[in-house]
């Protein structure tokens, strides 16, 4: 499929409140940093499927990162993102710049508190949800979609945002996607570009782990899953390029960790493969 006339990207908050009065509706708003992959291509056909207008925001969200994190090195290549986002369905493109987002003078945040954030992602990474529920709830007020839809590789930031679209009744459903994978399993990620050659091959145990602990449960439900956790970490961290940042059981809408199944299990991970820090999840459910 070749593009007759490929779409011109707004650029500032003004121009697109401009130009939505004219959007048909519903409308689906699907939020990416860019670096666009087969994940980010399932969304968007997903948004397509439902909504007339498909709104998709490129935009490397500085506030989320902290110092020590990848803000300068993330990937970015706007025009085959803008390309394959069209190709997918993509009726709009909103590329803004830090200063249309944040202007000078920039000081009021959205913060989520409580035990949603306390662990896992909101521990190892301080910034991230602070600047997640800012930038969002931003797209939300500029944008005024009727859905927004978010994958479910981050699934602590989705219970985050589906928290936040509570506690602050915004009037927008949040629609979550199950994570696309690689053939061999590994979750698609942008970060994925980072792996060398070893790395590369050592990555989709990170899944391979998860599945493990899948049947293991479901041989033995009654199974200590601290202990089953430990286990796993150790596993992983025999891998000469895996180092585990966290490993746990939680429950699914709480994301408090459990040690015992209760039918809506999720089971995180996150680790270092070399340098590149990647993440995934397993949701082991009562059928």
């Known amino acids: 499929m070749t593009l007759s006339s490929p779409l011109v990207p707004i650029k500032t908050p003004r121009d697109l409140r401009s130009l939505k009065k004219n959007w048909g509706n519903p409308s689906g708003l699907v939020p990416t940093m860019g670096a666009l992959h087969e994940g980010h291509i399932q969304l968007i056909r997903h948004a397509a499927s439902t909504a007339e207008e498909v709104i998709v925001s490129i935009f490397v969200n500085p506030t989320q990162f902290a110092d020590n994190e990848d803000l300068e ?7 085959s993102d803008i390309e394959m986002a069209q190709l997918a369905g993509a009726t709009q493109i909103f590329v803004p710049n830090v200063k249309d987002l944040y202007p000078n003078g ?5 913060v989520p508190c409580g035990p949603l954030v306390e662990r896992w992602e909101g521990k190892s990474r301080p910034y991230l949800f602070r600047g997640v529920c800012t930038v969002v ?11 927004a839809i978010f994958g479910q590789k981050d699934f602590q930031q989705l219970q985050v945002v589906r928290q936040m679209v509570s506690d602050l009744d915004l009037q927008v459903e949040i629609h979550a996607i199950p994570t696309v994978r690689e ?8 970060r994925n570009t980072y792996l060398d050659s070893k790395e590369r091959k050592a990555a989709p145990l990170l899944f391979q782990t998860l599945q493990q602990a899948v049947v293991i449960i479901q041989n033995d439900p009654k199974q200590n899953l601290e202990v089953l956790s430990q286990t796993l970490i150790r596993q992983l961290n025999s891998v000469p390029q895996i180092k585990i940042d966290y490993l746990g059981f939680v429950d699914a809408e709480s994301l408090q960790p459990v040690s015992q199944f209760n039918g809506n299990v999720c089971l995180m991970v996150a680790a270092f493969v070399g340098k590149t820090r990647l993440i995934d999840n397993l949701l082991i459910q009562t059928k």
Do not use: H
């Open 73 to 79: 090195s993330y990937p970015r290549n706007l025009a």
């Open 183 to 190: 053939e061999d399993g590994l979750a698609m990620s942008s």
């Open 106 to 110: 920039f000081s009021t945040y959205v």
């Open 137 to 147: 709830f931003k797209l939300f007020q500029i944008i005024q979609p009727t859905f």
